[in-house]
């Protein structure tokens, strides 16, 4: 089964800052999602990512796919308190939208 | 009205109780999931459905059973709650046809098995 590993686990930073969060999987990605959960809440979809070198962006939140279609990062500009919480990435393990998910990164933007 | 409507959205129950968790769904999708999720484990697909007629265990089905009653409704059973079921439960859905596309997720339940 395919295994997805987000590093770090847990980030506290100072608003304005940039940060990157990473997510690696044990097999070849077809589909990888970036979920932003609020602590507690159900899951926000942000972006998916299917090409190897495929970049996108919403708002200051940008995410990438490597060329090898087996890590993904994302990265945040000028981070703000509204970024606070629990980033997902999930993975489509065989085109069927059977996704699995990482286990998440904390993330904290003090003021 | 949310999109997913998961009920109920907490539930305390006794260990060997039999409890159901209900989802419901106006997105007119095909496809729904059940996930579990535990601090530091991220979600954990339960089971799945792609329609009606077909269900599918995920990685953690042991203890659960669902029912697909609908197209816009899957139920998650635990036929006799144990305390290592308390969770955060959440129901899932996404549409085949436009390939491969976000899952809509609904406000989660929030078990616990005393």
């Known amino acids: 089964s395919q295994e997805l590993e987000q590093s770090p686990q847990s980030l506290i930073v100072q608003e304005g800052k940039n940060l990157t969060i990473n997510c690696t999987s044990s097999k070849t990605l077809y589909g990888l999602y970036w979920y932003k959960q609020k602590y507690g809440e159900g899951l926000i979809f942000l972006m998916m990512l299917q090409k190897g070198g495929e970049e996108k962006s919403h708002e200051k939140i940008t995410a990438k796919l490597d060329e090898k279609k087996q890590q993904s990062s994302l990265h945040i500009t000028a981070s703000q308190p509204s970024h606070a919480g629990i980033y997902l990435c999930g993975a489509d393990a065989g085109g069927y939208q059977k996704v699995t998910f990482g286990t998440g990164t904390k993330l904290q933007v003090i003021p | 009205d949310a999109d997913v409507t998961q009920t109920p959205r907490n539930r305390i129950t006794k260990t060997g109780k039999r409890i159901m968790l209900e989802c419901s769904q106006t997105?007119?999708?095909?496809?729904m999931y059940w996930y579990r999720q535990d601090p530091g484990l991220g979600l954990r697909l339960i089971y799945y459905?792609?329609?009606?007629?077909?269900?599918n265990k995920g990685e953690i089905s042991d203890g659960y059973s669902v029912s697909r009653q609908a197209q816009a409704k899957f139920s998650l059973s635990l036929e006799s709650a144990i305390p290592n079921q308390t969770a955060l439960y959440f129901c899932?859905?996404?549409?085949?046809?436009?390939?491969?596309?976000?899952?809509?997720f609904g406000q989660g339940t929030r078990l616990t098995v005393v």
């Open positions: 459905s792609f329609d009606v007629k077909d269900i």
């Open positions: 997105k007119g999708h095909d496809r």
């Open positions: 899932a859905t996404s549409d085949s046809s436009e390939g491969n596309t976000e899952a809509f």
